[in-house]
């Protein structure tokens, strides 16, 4: 079974500083795929960036991009030059083996102080 | 809007009375999913539709929970006899056809039993 774990519960960043989010997964599958979603206090989640298991380069989407270390079973996500409107939970996510729906880690929430 | 919605946004119920939501998926999406969110945790997986098809149901969904999906179309939660462990804030997504693809979430629906 898979399981994702965010060691972070929550994060302080400077604005228009870099921040790291942390991932680490287990899984057994060959193939899998790595997401990252974003979650205001409005409580809708904002699908952010994916990474697949055999993507030769890590994904960037704009201000995000994904560190991706398979040996390590990591996928952390990195936001470059944090505004204010990143504060909220970030979730690390993939599917459960051979279906549908994702698994999510407990979330790591950031603030992003002026 | 194109998003998906969830309706309502806040329900306030009294121990044993039923409850339902509805959620209505991005148009052109053939999946839907229903995730469930207790505070400081990330979504746990509730049932997943293709279609109108129920393929998946975790252990989560008690008897007391019961979800359809008519026509394909829009979907809807009921839960019966409602318990205060169902307080949490109930997030519906959906996603197209294919391997990894992202899952686009509504703004849930915030439950509290009192």
């Known amino acids: 079974a898979q399981k994702i774990t965010q060691t972070q519960p929550g994060m302080f960043v400077q604005e228009k500083e870099a921040v790291t989010l942390d991932c680490t997964y287990d899984?057994?599958?060959?193939?899998?795929?790595l997401f990252w979603y974003k979650q205001p206090s409005s409580g809708e989640m904002i699908f952010l960036i994916y990474?697949?298991?055999?993507?030769?380069q890590n994904a960037t989407e704009g201000r995000y991009s994904l560190n991706f270390q398979k040996a390590r079973k990591s996928a952390n996500l990195v936001i470059s030059a944090s505004q204010l409107g990143d504060s909220a939970m970030y979730f690390c996510?993939?599917?459960?083996?051979?279906?549908?729906?994702?698994?999510f880690g407990s979330g790591t929430r950031l603030q992003v102080q002026p | 809007d194109t998003g998906v919605s969830q309706d309502p946004r806040h329900k306030i119920t009294k121990r044993g009375q039923n409850v339902t939501f509805r959620c209505d998926p991005i148009s052109e999406h053939n999946r839907l999913y229903w995730y469930r969110q207790t505070l400081g945790q990330g979504p746990e997986f509730l049932t997943y539709?293709?279609?109108?098809?129920?393929?998946?149901k975790s252990r989560l969904l008690s008897d007391r929970f019961s979800a359809e999906r008519p026509k394909g179309s829009f979907s809807t939660l009921e839960i019966q006899r409602t318990e205060q462990g169902d307080s949490a804030m109930y997030l519906c997504?959906?996603?197209?056809?294919?391997?990894?693809?992202?899952?686009?979430f509504g703004q849930g629906t915030r439950l509290t039993v009192v």
């Open positions: 539709f293709q279609n109108e098809a129920q393929l998946e």
């Open positions: 899984t057994s599958d060959q193939s899998y795929g």
């Open positions: 997504a959906s996603s197209t056809t294919g391997i990894n693809t992202e899952a686009f």
């Open positions: 996510a993939m599917p459960y083996t051979g279906r549908r729906a994702l698994t």
């Open positions: 990474q697949g298991s055999y993507d030769e």
